[in-house]
């Protein structure tokens, strides 16, 4: 569900891009840290995207400036950098197991049973060894899952700029 929402944004975020700025590339995000002691002016380009776990990262260049409170230049920042975008913690279906009413006369003896839902979900995530495990074990035949489907969608807009 969370890879549709992200799908959907990405769509309209670039139908909305007007022609004339279809030529910059949308993937290089400003970044601009100002306190009192210095500033960072600079920005992250988007590279490429990945898998990393289960996670989604962008892989990027940081450029920038460092300058300390008075203004003076103390560096430049050119640094390869892999930023995660959607984290690996999550839940993934394990069990959803749904049976109807049960009616049993046996002898005399009437049993009614109301209808039973069983939805078992495992929590992956840091610390959560079982969530993780199970994840994994129902992911094991997901080569093209929508994460994979996900990076290969972003690195082709990527490529259009």
Known sequence: MKTLAVIMLLVCLFAAVPAAQAQQNPFIIPINFISDQGSFIGQFEVLRFATQGQGLIAVGQLTGTVTNAAGTVLGTVNQRLRLPVLGAAGTCQIL???????DLNLLGLVVHVDPIAINITAQSGPGNLLGNLLCAVANLLNSQGPLDQLVGLLNKILNLF
């Open 96 to 102: 959803d197991l749904q049976i109807g009413a049960i």
